[in-house]
């Protein structure tokens, strides 16, 4: 049994670093960490135009210090110009789009409310090569919460895939059997992002000895059958899959509320929370993959020079940071990261 192990310096593909404030709170978590990460745009208002995630992008730098690149993406609305997506693209500002089915989740009221709406902006993402990165939900009333992963693969993604061939697609946060399937059986351009959550939790999490907001994310944790088939695609070294955290942090009162936002903070211990996971199903040899090379490898990206050592025996993590409540509060995970 080994008690270190060394990894290039990995990236978060999916964190939510939100703005002003909170920012400033969370940005450097994510900094110690990552030596990149994609930033989700669905701010108030959403980032659609290249000046505001120009200016995002400069807010994230000085907030999160030096040796960290934020790669910034583009909210998708219903009336998405293929133009601006390209000349911010050509700029080198965004590095892929993000679409939200409206009302899926936080911040998504502005989303597309039907994918034929985008379609000549992801003809031209096609053309120029931004990947495409989708919250993979339907948002019907008449499908069950916990369906709606499975029913997006079969009513949207599946079409979306097959029409855009040369389209990279990023299915993020997957949560089902379906989609890790999916993704597995799918083109070369298509991959997937895991959260430690649902490596780790099933949808018991959400109501042990009453209910527990402070595990309520979206895509919501499902049954255990699913955490075991995203985490056996996690563990597997299939080079689709790789390390996205969804890192979303609300303050304590908009979380234990009478309509609790959904999102956990799990930026300070993430890579900690993944090598305990590899380590429980003796594949800390494929940790560096999932977590280091096969995203930049996605991307088209170069894999970092830095190096990272984790050693053994994890510390205990804070009851709170600010007015958040980190992912893993008063427990420890196996691992931490040597000084």
């Given at each position: 049994?080994?008690?270190?192990?060394?990894?290039?310096?990995?990236?978060?593909?999916?964190?939510?670093?939100r703005d002003g404030e909170m920012l400033q709170l969370v940005a450097p978590y994510t900094a110690r960490q990552f030596a990149r990460a994609i930033v989700m745009p669905n701010l108030v208002p959403p980032v659609t135009?290249?000046?505001?995630?120009?200016?995002?992008?400069?807010?994230?730098v000085a907030a999160a210090g030096e040796g960290f690149t934020p790669l910034m993406t583009c909210y998708l609305t219903d009336?998405?110009?293929?133009?601006?997506l390209a000349r911010g693209h050509a700029e080198r500002v965004w590095v892929a789009a993000k679409l939200y089915p409206a009302g899926a989740t936080t911040n998504s009221d502005s989303g597309v409310t039907d994918i034929r709406n985008i379609w000549a902006a992801l003809e031209r993402m096609q053309a120029i090569?931004?990947?495409?990165?989708?919250?993979?939900?339907?948002?019907?009333?008449?499908?069950?919460?916990?369906?709606r992963e499975a029913v997006f693969i079969d009513r949207v993604l599946a079409s979306l895939v097959h029409d855009f061939p040369d389209l990279k697609v990023v299915f993020e946060h997957i949560t089902t059997k379906q989609a890790a399937q999916f993704v597995a059986d799918a083109p070369a351009n298509v991959g997937a992002t895991i959260t430690p959550q649902h490596l780790m939790l099933n949808r018991n999490a959400l109501f042990q000895g009453g209910l527990r907001p402070h595990a309520y994310c979206l895509p919501v944790v499902k049954r255990e059958e699913h955490r075991l088939a995203v985490r056996a695609a996690a563990v597997s070294g299939n080079p689709k899959f790789f390390l996205g955290t969804d890192s979303a942090p609300h303050v304590v009162g908009a979380k234990e509320s009478s309509c609790g936002c959904a999102g956990?903070?799990?930026?300070?211990?993430?890579?900690?929370?993944?090598?305990?996971?590899?380590?429980?199903?003796?594949?800390?040899?494929?940790?560096?993959?999932?977590?280091?090379?096969?995203?930049?490898a996605f991307y088209g990206l170069p894999i970092n020079d830095e190096l990272m050592t984790l050693v053994r025996g994890g510390e205990i993590v804070p009851d709170r940071i600010g007015e958040v409540v980190p992912y893993g509060a008063g427990s420890a995970f196996g691992w931490r990261i040597q000084d």
């Amino acid at each position: 049994m080994t008690d270190t192990i060394t990894i290039r310096r990995p990236d978060d593909w999916h964190v939510h670093l939100r703005d002003g404030e909170m920012l400033q709170l969370v940005a450097p978590y994510t900094a110690r960490q990552f030596a990149r990460a994609i930033v989700m745009p669905n701010l108030v208002p959403p980032v659609t135009t290249v000046e505001q995630a120009s200016a995002y992008r400069d807010r994230i730098v000085a907030a999160a210090g030096e040796g960290f690149t934020p790669l910034m993406t583009c909210y998708l609305t219903d009336k998405a110009s293929g133009d601006e997506l390209a000349r911010g693209h050509a700029e080198r500002v965004w590095v892929a789009a993000k679409l939200y089915p409206a009302g899926a989740t936080t911040n998504s009221d502005s989303g597309v409310t039907d994918i034929r709406n985008i379609w000549a902006a992801l003809e031209r993402m096609q053309a120029i090569g931004m990947p495409l990165l989708v919250h993979g939900e339907v948002t019907s009333h008449d499908v069950d919460v916990f369906d709606r992963e499975a029913v997006f693969i079969d009513r949207v993604l599946a079409s979306l895939v097959h029409d855009f061939p040369d389209l990279k697609v990023v299915f993020e946060h997957i949560t089902t059997k379906q989609a890790a399937q999916f993704v597995a059986d799918a083109p070369a351009n298509v991959g997937a992002t895991i959260t430690p959550q649902h490596l780790m939790l099933n949808r018991n999490a959400l109501f042990q000895g009453g209910l527990r907001p402070h595990a309520y994310c979206l895509p919501v944790v499902k049954r255990e059958e699913h955490r075991l088939a995203v985490r056996a695609a996690a563990v597997s070294g299939n080079p689709k899959f790789f390390l996205g955290t969804d890192s979303a942090p609300h303050v304590v009162g908009a979380k234990e509320s009478s309509c609790g936002c959904a999102g956990l903070f799990n930026a300070p211990f993430a890579i900690e929370a993944y090598a305990q996971v590899f380590d429980e199903d003796g594949a800390l040899d494929r940790l560096e993959a999932f977590a280091s090379l096969n995203g930049p490898a996605f991307y088209g990206l170069p894999i970092n020079d830095e190096l990272m050592t984790l050693v053994r025996g994890g510390e205990i993590v804070p009851d709170r940071i600010g007015e958040v409540v980190p992912y893993g509060a008063g427990s420890a995970f196996g691992w931490r990261i040597q000084d």
